[in-house]
């Protein structure tokens, strides 16, 4: 083998090319980490979302809580599942829920978007494993909401002791609360009961309820989707959201992966470039090497091992260049449910492994023809 | 003195790295024309809405309907000439992996307000004679294969059941980012076959001068306000643009995105015109001596970089422009009219100009202020 601080010394040799080559090579990763950091922060705030010991009741042929409808009648008859956990009252962990989308205004950029608005009763907090980090929970029978915190920052008149309008009537912001990063910081929440009379009248979106064991989710489908008095879908909860995300998910990896794969052929013929350049610069070394003994493989080794070591510091720099990218907010709509949610960027160490692999793998194929001329070289001819 | 000569000899000594680096720019601009398009495509989605049509929704939000009886107080508002009205449905085709908009219209109205949505005339005819007929774009009609006079089924998400519906009339849009995958049918059926009375999604308004919509849109706005649905009125354009800035902020990430594609291949490029300098030295040495200018010395390595930079954009270019022009790319239907603009070439072009600077520069300043004794002294 021929010692690896010769590559060492080779590459010290010619900075600036190293450099060059190395940062095409760490844009490429760059782009591929934050564009993957995004897909991932967006189902992650999704998957989030449900829980798998939930269980998200809808109506039948209804692809969203958009356009879900069930009766009280109904929302009772699935409370009485004995099923259901029971919460630290002794009362069952079950939230018949009101769902619309309403139209706030925002506070960057002008204009309005759409927030999910939920109607939900005093259980939902546990339900939906929320804490509140301000204020108190809306009062039963009043004009109250809370937001979830990620609104706040976006929207206009949602912090605490503001005055927010729709549906014709002023609803006072009176919390703030957080959901673990999921897709329900991004949502207001006003009592059920409020929402109802004021937006779709008597009816409900959803019913969700906590399982007392989670394994018991394919019995519970069974009875309620059985049951010929209601015409009901069940989903795990976790399993619904999961759903929503699939899509864009999918359409952000594609597009990942296609620009991040024009752009890798591009870096890997900026090493195709800088390597063929080492090699003849250095067509009297490699001669030497050869008649000192070093077989042609080892050479092939040696420069192979040399192209991927710029690759990889390249990977190495890319995953810095896109690590500041971790946590910033972005936002973007859910369409299944018509909704603004907001995210953060993910930079998760899979991702950034990932971009080192992806970097080796440039630089490998950029190094190999190369490499190959460098091992097949006639001594006399290299000498001369 | 013709140099071009010794510029095209030069870069045919390393003619796989020419070729490397003109493909890499190739690559580079390429992207960079894609990633422009997809930007300019969702704006003119925005631009293809006629500058004297409103649209008319709740307040509230998009999904809540508007009662029947604006459709005649709309009319009395002054400025405005037609009202149109249409339903989203919300319908899901078979497995759902085919995606495609359903509209129920008022089909005379709401034909007479789009121009645009051309059909031919027999099939309006049997469009608007059948209740249960659907008007379907060409677009959509060729990627599901269907024929005219087919029975096609739809699940309804928002109105429960199984709607079948008879393919009467294709129709071709007659501005390219018009959504040629749209499927219509009649607001008469729709309403037929709920049990509950059917109210407009939203109105579309056709004003007599498009200076008006300021006030038209305030006169509205006042009318409804203290009503049971409160309405939201604006201009066509800014509704299209309510649904692109939805994504996101698409413009920004792609822009991102364009930038690092060039910095990434500036780097190729400049790494290679450097290559190629030090190799010289020598002989540029030689020129020098020999009697060539210093700015004769920059001109011929900025004039290789430019050659490199400008080949590859317009392979780049041409072919983005050709290879999304040829097969119709239209972002799997999420991107109608797809289109790669002159302006994006011309963005494109200059992006290369200064690749070819960037790149060059030091190169050719090097080559300019290189002294023949220093150079030379390396010369074995």
Known sequence: MIPFAYNLRSIAQRPVSTTMTALGVALVVAVFVAMLALAHGFRAALVKTGSPDNVIVLRRGADSEMSSGLSRDNARLIATDPRIASGVDGRPLVSPEVYVVINVPRVVGAGLSNVVARGVNAEAFTVRHTHLVAGRWFQSGRSEIVVGKKVAPRFAHTAIGDTLRFANRDWVVVGQFEAGGSALESEIWGENEQFMPVFRGDVFQSVIFRLRDPAAFDDVKRALEGDQRLQVQVQRESAFYAGQSTILTGVLTALAMMITSIMAVGAVFGAVNTMYAAVSSRTPEIAVLLTLGFPPRSVLASFLAESALIAILGGVAGGLLALPINGIVTSTTNWNSFSEVSFAFRVTPDLLLGGVVFALVMGLVGGFFPAWRAARLQVVQALR | ?380
């Open chain 2, 1 to 380: 003195m013709n140099l071009l000569p010794l510029v095209l000899a030069n870069l045919r000594r390393h003619r796989l790295r020419t070729l490397l680096t003109v493909l890499g720019v190739a690559l580079a601009t390429f992207l960079f024309a894609s990633l422009r398009s997809v930007v300019t495509t969702l704006n003119a989605g925005s631009e293809v809405a006629s500058a004297s049509r409103m649209v008319v929704t709740h307040a509230t939000a998009l999904v809540f309907p508007l009662p029947m009886s604006y459709r005649e107080r709309l009319k009395t508002v002054p400025g405005v000439e037609a009202v149109t009205w249409a339903n989203w449905f919300g319908g899901q085709y078979g497995d759902g992996k085919l995606f495609f908009a359903q509209f129920a219209i008022d089909p005379e109205s709401y034909l007479a307000m789009y121009p645009e949505i051309s059909v031919p005339a027999d099939q309006r005819a049997a469009f608007l004679a059948e209740r249960s007929a659907a008007l379907v774009g060409k677009g959509l009609m060729e990627k599901a294969g269907w024929h005219l006079g087919q029975n096609v089924t739809i699940r309804g998400t928002i109105f429960p059941g199984d709607w079948t519906f008879t393919i009467r009339a294709v129709y071709t849009p007659t501005v390219r980012a018009l959504d040629d995958r749209s499927f219509m049918f009649q607001y008469a059926y729709l309403d037929e076959r709920t049990e509950h009375r059917v109210t407009p999604g939203w109105y579309v308004l056709q004003l007599r001068d498009a200076g008006l919509a300021p006030t038209v849109a305030q006169t509205i706005d006042e009318t409804f306000r203290n009503s049971s649905a409160p309405t939201k009125t604006g201009t066509e354009k800014a509704f299209n643009q309510g649904f692109v800035t939805m994504w996101g902020n698409v413009q920004f990430l792609m822009n991102s995105i364009g930038m690092a594609v060039v910095f990434a291949i500036l780097m190729v490029t400049a790494n290679a015109m450097m290559m190629t300098a030090r190799e010289r030295t020598g002989e540029v040495a030689v020129l020098k001596t020999i009697g060539f200018t210093d700015r004769t010395l920059f001109g011929l390595v900025m004039a290789e970089a430019g050659l490199v930079t400008l080949t590859g954009a317009v392979l780049g270019l041409g072919g983005a422009k050709l290879l999304y022009a040829g097969t119709a790319f239209n972002g799997f239907g999420m991107l109608p009219g797809f289109d790669v603009t002159a302006g994006t070439l011309a963005i494109g072009f200059g992006v290369a100009l200064l690749l070819a600077v960037a790149s060059g520069l030091v190169p050719a300043l090097r080559a300019a202020r290189l002294s023949i004794v220093q150079a030379l002294r390396h010369v074995e």
